[in-house]
């Protein structure tokens, strides 16, 4: 029997406005929005202004609403409206990540004590049902690794870089034209969104709650002309990679640029389109590919979220109450850095050096680094230099964890 549901759906940006138009185009027959609360009343909007109210308890406080919808930019106004709503017994659906990400462990007590269901698939990936997938169909002790192209901002930017002469700044307003980037872009450019969609990747994959903070984030703001040049003559192409991986025990991740080869899952995955890859024991790998930014592909996620609903899915969390996994900050792989300035190279202390070359423009080097000794801030204190993760000569990376566990400084 398919649950009446009565929505209170705050936000109509991007997402919002697309779900109300996927709502009506779909045969969600008993799934209604009643109240649509926005904050600012002077905004130009698709339907007349007698469609929105401005005051939150005209959702959070009618009792006829039963699920409340949030998709608003604002993460710690988000908070505040989803754990109310979950206190006052409502299903909630989300698509904020970074609000998520940092207070999953407290939003998943909340919704238990008060016997309610949180779904928020939309938050990564856009339309790729990743979430529900981690969360049912693979178990903890056959998963390897997850990684993806988390980012259509980044990849959208990074695509046109390869293909095209213009410049960063101008493919990037054309990002924020689309709908894509966050409304504050350094989120997106500096990788903090993928790793808040790492974070969550990494609770349904693992079972492992891990904070922002820990996890490295390293962006695509440095990049240069002459890195995507490096990259062409080895037949590499760059990409924003966020990526979790099982290394014994233990659970490492990272949002890092790589070089990626021919071979890879992520070689092919263009413009705003994401892909997650999951390793696990017998099945391989399998890769999901899908649009992960824009107003349809997220409402698209949402509009699913809120069909689950009327049959009274959840997340169960099994593997969070089952793990024996740990997650640890510290490892080392091997990384390309470059910098217009020679000088700058010496910033970042390599274990191993393999490579260097320097001209009176451009300098770089790669060879092995310890992450416990990178961390973000010396990354943003040094904005000339360009890091990225590079290839094992065969394969994907093998990264291994080292003994400390480092403490990251970077939040956002
Ligand atoms: N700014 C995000 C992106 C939106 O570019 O992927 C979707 O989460």
Redesign the pocket.
């Known amino acids: 029997m398919k649950k009446k549901l009565t929505i209170g759906l705050f936000g109509f940006g991007c997402v919002g406005s697309g779900l109300y138009e996927v709502l009506n185009r779909s045969n969600l027959l008993n799934a209604t929005i009643k109240t649509i609360v926005v904050k600012n009343k002077n905004k130009q909007r698709v339907l007349p202004a007698d469609h929105f109210q401005y005051d939150k308890e005209l959702i959070l406080a009618d009792p006829e609403i039963n699920l409340v919808v949030e998709l608003i930019d604002d993460a710690d106004a988000a908070y505040e409206i989803v754990t109310r709503a979950l206190r006052s017994g409502k299903h909630v659906v989300s698509?904020n990540?970074k609000m998520i990400a940092h207070h999953l462990d407290e939003l998943i007590a909340l919704k238990n004590q008060n016997n309610v269901s949180f779904l928020y698939e939309?938050?990564?990936?856009?339309s790729i049902p990743v979430i529900r997938n981690l969360e049912e169909y693979y178990n903890n002790d056959t998963l390897r690794s997850v990684q993806g192209i988390?980012?259509?901002?980044?990849?959208?930017i990074l695509t046109r870089l390869d293909k095209e002469g213009k410049s960063f700044d101008e493919i990037l307003k054309d990002?924020q034209r689309l709908g894509?980037?966050?409304s504050d872009?350094t989120?997106?450019i500096d990788g903090f969104?993928?790793k808040f969609?790492l974070q969550i990747l990494i609770a349904h994959a693992f079972g492992v709650i891990t904070l922002p903070a820990d996890i490295l984030n390293i962006g695509i703001r440095n990049i240069k002309e002459q890195d995507i040049r490096f990259a062409k003559e080895k037949g590499l192409k760059i990409k924003l990679i966020a990526a979790s991986e099982k290394i014994d025990q233990k659970v490492i991740g990272y949002v890092a640029p790589q070089f990626i080869q021919e071979d890879s899952f992520a070689y092919d995955v263009n413009n705003?389109f994401?892909a997650v890859t999951i390793e696990a024991l017998f099945s391989d790998r399998q890769v999901f590919k899908g649009k992960?930014?824009?107003s349809f592909p997220?409402a698209s996620a949402v509009l699913s979220d809120i069909s689950a609903l009327q049959y009274d899915y959840g997340y169960e969390y099994r593997k969070k109450e089952t793990t024996q996994l740990n997650y640890a900050s510290g490892f080392s792989t091997r990384l390309f850095i470059s910098s217009t300035n020679p000088d700058k190279l010496k910033l970042i202390p390599f274990t191993e050096v393999e490579e260097t070359f320097s001209s009176k423009d451009y300098a770089y080097k790669t060879g092995t680094v310890n992450f416990g000794a990178l961390t973000h801030e010396l990354y943003r204190n040094h904005p000339e230099l360009f890091i990225a993760f590079f290839p094992q000569t065969e394969g994907n990376f093998k990264l291994a964890p080292v003994e400390e566990n480092v403490v990251l400084q970077n939040t956002f």
């Open positions: 698509a990540k939309a938050s990564v990936c856009g988390c980012n259509g901002t980044t990849n959208y990002a894509f980037a966050e872009p989120l997106d969104d993928s969609k705003e994401n992960g930014a824009g997220t």
